[in-house]
């Protein structure tokens, strides 16, 4: 059977494993920070009559421009900032999910030659990504608690010298937010493209100032967000981007043609129309975060601050052995590979109070075999 060492593959992406977190059927998914709140009846209802009505026109190419979607997200990424903030259609770019933006990004401004800087532990899939694009990925460091000084941001680029610099706004895997002085330093530190992920940035304490604010004179700077998390649109996989229209032009150098389906378009407009109903959600998100934040500490974990929808807490003696147990109970969470922690998203308020429960009786378990080591020694 022919295996990938039998292929001519290109040299960089020869020894790497492709992205994957685990895709079981359990009752309590908590382990790629999805939204695990349904839709709300009466949005989905207005996504399937945009679906019904968009059906009609499949045998045409959609709008190969996304018109109305880039103006529907341009409204959206508005709301909320002043009068000098404001985004018309021309500054947004959208694709299948930000992964896709993201690869775009680096299609157009990366490349051989050409270097892409991260502060790790971050997304995975920004190695990912470089090594596709032929873009040499540098690990940069963090601060104590997976926090990003400006100074250290600073440091890192004049280090590295990259073309490209990822800002992972807050923080996957550690949830750790990051700041708009660590954001301005390392913009004003380099001549290449910035890009900030928000891919959680609705997850953040209300009042929070976007990355978006600093978007003004600025025009290497790229703000990326998603429809995955707050909007509970994963399996729709919508991503987008707030830049200058000179950096929307750049990405139509390298896009597919009509690379955003006309169901793809239907269902987000219908989406973006309801965004009131579809945040809603948000608030008892960030409950159940806090919640997961202050029970895991009385359970004997060290979580870290989060300001997006997931917690990645410390003090797990043996993470593959607790993620196995809860495994067992149907609950699944993530070992994302930092040693000791684990990371698990903020689900429903049960699905929270299962997975807590769990973790507790996991812990009175280890602590009773512990007191009868100690008694049979």
């Known amino acids: 059977m022919t295996s990938l060492d039998d292929l001519p593959l290109r040299n960089n992406l020869q020894g790497l ?3 994957g977190a685990p895709q079981l059927h359990v009752p309590v998914a908590l382990n790629v920070n999805e939204n695990t709140h349904p839709i709300p009846e009466a949005v989905a209802r207005d996504i399937l009559a945009n679906l019904a009505e968009a059906i009609r026109s499949v045998n ?5 421009e996304f018109t109305a979607l ?6 959206y990424l508005s709301e909320g900032l002043g009068a000098d903030s404001i985004l018309s259609a021309e500054n947004i770019w959208a694709a299948n999910g930000s992964n896709e933006v993201l690869q775009q990004v680096l299609q157009a401004f990366g490349g051989p030659g050409r270097s892409l800087l991260g502060f790790t532990p971050t997304y995975s899939m920004y190695s990912i990504l470089a090594s596709g694009t032929d873009t040499t990925w540098i690990p940069g460091a963090r601060d104590a608690g997976y926090e990003l000084s400006p ?22 895997p550690t949830g750790t937010p990051l700041s708009l002085e660590t954001i301005a330093a390392a913009y004003d530190a ?12 609705e997850f953040a304490p209300l009042g929070t100032p976007s990355a978006l604010t600093l978007l003004p004179g600025r025009e290497r700077l790229l703000v990326s967000r998603t429809m995955s998390k707050a909007f509970a649109f994963a399996g729709a996989r919508v991503g987008y981007l707030a830049a200058d229209p000179a950096v929307t032009d750049a990405l139509r150098l390298v896009r597919l043609p009509y690379h955003l389906s006309v169901l793809t378009q239907a269902a987000a407009n219908a989406a973006l129309a309801h965004s009131v109903e579809m945040l809603a959600m948000v608030d ?7 919640r997961l934040a202050v029970e895991l500490v009385g359970l004997g974990y060290a979580p870290h601050r989060s300001w997006s929808n997931f917690v990645l807490f410390g003090g797990v003696a ?22 000791g922690h684990l990371r698990v998203t903020a689900g429903t308020e049960k699905e929270t109070s299962l997975f807590l429960e769990a973790l507790a009786r996991l812990g009175r378990t280890d602590r009773s075999r512990q007191t009868e080591s100690t008694r049979a020694e």
């Open 151 to 172: 100074a250290t941001a600073v440091s890192e680029i004049i280090r590295t010298s990259p073309d490209v610099i990822f800002l992972c706004s807050p923080n996957n």
């Open 17 to 19: 494993t492709p992205y």
């Open 318 to 339: 043996d993470p593959q052995e607790t993620f196995t147990a809860l495994l067992a109970e149907g609950i699944l969470i993530r070992d994302v590979g930092i040693p």
């Open 190 to 201: 380099t001549d290449g493209i910035v890009v900030v992920d928000e891919a959680y940035a």
């Open 284 to 290: 008892d998100i960030r409950g159940q975060r806090d």
């Open 60 to 64: 045409r190419y959609p709008d190969r």
């Open 70 to 75: 880039r103006e529907a997200l341009a409204r």
